[in-house]
């Protein structure tokens, strides 16, 4: 708590909206923070005339300041079934908290949206420090992560132009193929042992429960369809900021380099100032961790069989890992969300990868400080 009373979400761009706050806008009006000069014209307020420069210049100007208004911070929280393994709903949910504590602290508003499948529904609005109760019980009572992960579609209905999947959805839609890809596939492939409920082992101890990540069909990738950006005159009045929650395993986005990963950055940007906090678990990380304490081989070398099982799909894979296969997965992941982190950056957004396992100070001051999302 002490620390989260030092913090401020950043805002790196001036702001929009129609409502006086306490926050910089791009607009010239009443504050205390002094702007610049100007010279007098017909209908000024007579009162901001400078008097020390007419006497010094002999001609009227006036003084401009600052305009201040209201700010609404949105967090985007990804409710899908990938998010139930390995602690990332805890996490994402303490995370939530955090922000919120933070942006309540500085007099803005709060707006929490749960994203699943397709769709985006919000769960609570609030202001002021009676909003910190208000958040606090809606992020408790979400005690259910199920459905697909369809990022783009669930953003778009967020901001307001899009109704469920928009035209141009490609076959194949999101949450409709395995998550997941090791290195071998064409692309950048998603991490995705998050993704994967803990699934039975098919060699070794009987009746154990791992969870390793799974390989993606052949050729599978992110869709170049045309998605679309956000209608105009949608969106979040007066911009803000738009933080987005995810693990960011949406399998039509397993190439964050990708037109639709692109749009993901795009709409969150078009909000204002954005981010996103990529949680993944530790076996998501590195997945040796788990296999070598499960007595069935692979992180020494020595090749083990699992069964893998979709989360989200409920479909299943053979495979094979072995010391070769965990160093691949590694550069795999580093790639995937090297590209996500490029991606975003390009568009202006904030990218912070977190462990799910870390404790939430060592987060804040390793990966969102760092990233800017938080000084």
Not at 62 to 76: I, P
Not at 100 to 128: C, I, N
Not at 277 to 295: K, M, R, T
Request: glycine share 14%; with cysteine; net charge positive.
């Amino acid at each position: 708590m002490a620390l989260l009373n030092r913090l401020r979400l950043l805002g790196r761009r001036p702001l929009a909206g129609r409502m006086a706050g306490p926050h910089r806008s791009r607009l010239k009006g009443s504050s205390l923070e002094f702007a610049d000069y100007r010279e007098y014209v017909r209908g000024d307020d007579p009162r901001r005339l400078d008097w020390r420069a007419l006497a010094r210049l002999d001609r009227p100007y006036v003084r401009e300041y600052a305009d201040e208004r209201d700010r609404t911070v949105h967090l985007l929280l990804d409710g899908s079934a990938s998010l139930g393994f390995g602690g990332k709903d805890r996490r994402l949910r303490e995370l939530a908290a955090a922000f919120a504590y933070v942006a309540l602290r500085h007099g803005d508003r709060v707006e929490v949206t749960l994203l699943r499948g397709a769709t985006a529904r919000r769960l609570v609005s609030a202001r002021g420090p009676a909003g910190r109760s208000r958040i606090g019980r809606a992020l408790a009572a979400l005690d259910t992560w199920q459905g697909t992960t369809a990022l783009l579609p669930a953003l778009l209905a967020w901001w307001g132009g899009a109704s469920g999947t928009p035209a141009g959805t490609p076959a194949g839609t999101p949450g409709s193929t395995p998550h997941g890809t090791l290195a071998g596939s064409s692309a950048p492939g998603t991490a995705g042992a998050d993704a994967l409920t803990p699934a039975a082992v098919t060699g070794g101890t009987s009746g154990h429960q791992e969870a390793v990540p799974g390989a993606a069909p052949a050729g599978g990738g992110a869709s170049t369809a045309p998605w679309g950006p956000p209608a105009p005159g949608g969106g979040p009045a007066g911009g803000g900021i738009a933080i987005l929650l995810s693990d960011l395993l949406d399998p039509v986005a397993a190439d964050p380099a990708g037109e639709y990963a692109r749009q993901v950055a795009g709409v969150l940007a078009a909000a204002g100032d954005a981010a996103i906090v990529q949680v993944l678990a530790p076996d998501e990380l590195d997945p040796a961790a788990s296999l070598s304490g499960s007595g069935n081989g692979g992180a020494g070398g020595a090749a083990a069989e699992w069964t893998l099982v979709d989360a989200e799909t409920g479909s299943s894979r053979e495979v094979t890992v072995d010391g070769a296969v965990l160093a691949a997965y590694r550069r795999t992941l580093a790639a995937w969300v090297g590209a996500w982190r490029a991606t975003c950056h390009a568009r202006g957004v904030a990218h912070a990868l977190v462990s799910s396992a870390r404790p939430l100070r060592a987060v804040i001051l390793e990966a969102l400080a760092p990233a800017g999302i938080v000084a």
